[in-house]
C-alpha cells in the first residue's frame, strides 16, 4: 500500500470514530428530554455538529481512497472501523465489551491485517 492510500485510510478510520463518537455524545445526553424536544437539544448540542463535519470529511476521504483501491480490498479494511469504534465506545463511555464482541474484534482485526499485507494479486 502507498502512503497516500495509508494516510487515507487511517483519515478514514478516525473521522468515521470521532463522527460515531460525537452522535453517542449527543444522544446520551439524558437532560434534553423526549421526542421533538429531545431532537431539538440535539440538534442545539455541538456534538451533533461535529459529527456532522466528520461524516461529510469521510464521505471526501472514502471517495478518495476508493478512486485509489480496488472495492473489494477497500469495503474489507474499511471494516476495522468497526473495531475503533467498539474500542472507543469502552473507553470513553463504559460500554460492555463481552467475550464475544471480543472475539469478533479479534477476528475482524485479523482479516482486515491479512487484507492489509497480504498485497495484491
Not at 471517495?63 to 468497526?82: H, K, Y
Not at 469504534?85 to 485479523?110: H, N
Request: aromatic share 10%; net charge neutral; with cysteine.
Amino acid at each position: 500500500m502507498s502512503a497516500t492510500v495509508v494516510v487515507l485510510w487511517m483519515a478514514n478510520v478516525l473521522l468515521d470514530t470521532f463522527g460515531q463518537l460525537s452522535f453517542k455524545a449527543a444522544a446520551a445526553e439524558d437532560h434534553l428530554g423526549a421526542g421533538l424536544a429531545r431532537w431539538k437539544g440535539m440538534a442545539a448540542r455541538p456534538w451533533i455538529w461535529w459529527g456532522i463535519g466528520c461524516y461529510v470529511g469521510e464521505f471526501l476521504v472514502w471517495l478518495a481512497f476508493l478512486s485509489l483501491v480496488p472495492l473489494s480490498e477497500g469495503v474489507l479494511l474499511g471494516s476495522i472501523n468497526i473495531v475503533a469504534v467498539m474500542i472507543a465506545g469502552r473507553v470513553l463511555f463504559a460500554e460492555t465489551l463481552s467475550p464475544l464482541r471480543t472475539m469478533g474484534i479479534l477476528l475482524i482485526a485479523g482479516g482486515v491485517a491479512v487484507v492489509g499485507f497480504g498485497g495484491s494479486t
